[in-house]
């Protein structure tokens, strides 16, 4: 919930067309309190995230390596090097995460490459996904 407040105003006030998330199956009782958090933003986020491919704006689930236009594809469907790449997660981790109920391992880790420069953000991933980006993308 701590990524998730505020999100149907944001919505609201934004309209993205898309949005990125991945297939974790978390669920929250607000039965019991948990802070400070609007369970209406819980039930927003599950309509987006339960609402399938079709519905506004579009769920995109993407995972590690994904290439797409606008994020790091450029002309001709090849990676441009510049822009956003998704080091983590991979359908494997998310599966883990589903099983076991640490869905921190669901959380996207970004790299952002720009002009030489790189920025790596890393939601609340755990040890299972940074040893998959240490393994798979360590060189980028």
């Keep these: 919930m701590d ?4 999100i149907e105003d944001f919505f609201a006030a934004f309209t993205p067309a898309n949005m990125w998330d ?8 607000f039965s019991e ?10 039930l927003f986020y599950k309509s987006l995230r339960d609402g399938g491919p079709n519905r506004n704006p579009r769920r995109l689930t ?17 990676s441009g090097g510049d822009g ?4 983590a997660p991979t359908e ?8 076991c109920g640490d869905y921190n391992d669901c959380s996207y880790v970004l790299l952002y490459r720009a002009n030489g420069h790189r920025i790596v953000f890393g939601g609340d991933s755990h040890d299972r996904s ?7 993308h360590g060189a980028a």
């Design 92 to 99: 494997h981790l998310i599966a883990n995460a589903n099983e």
């Design 3 to 6: 990524h998730l407040d505020g």
């Design 84 to 87: 956003i790449h998704i080091l």
């Design 62 to 78: 993407l995972y590690s390596g994904s290439l797409g236009a606008y994020y790091n594809q450029g002309d001709g469907e090849t």
């Design 33 to 42: 309190s948990i802070g400070r958090y609007k369970e209406a933003d819980w």
């Design 22 to 29: 991945t297939d974790n199956r978390e669920v929250n009782d």
């Design 130 to 136: 940074w040893e998959h980006i240490l393994d798979e």
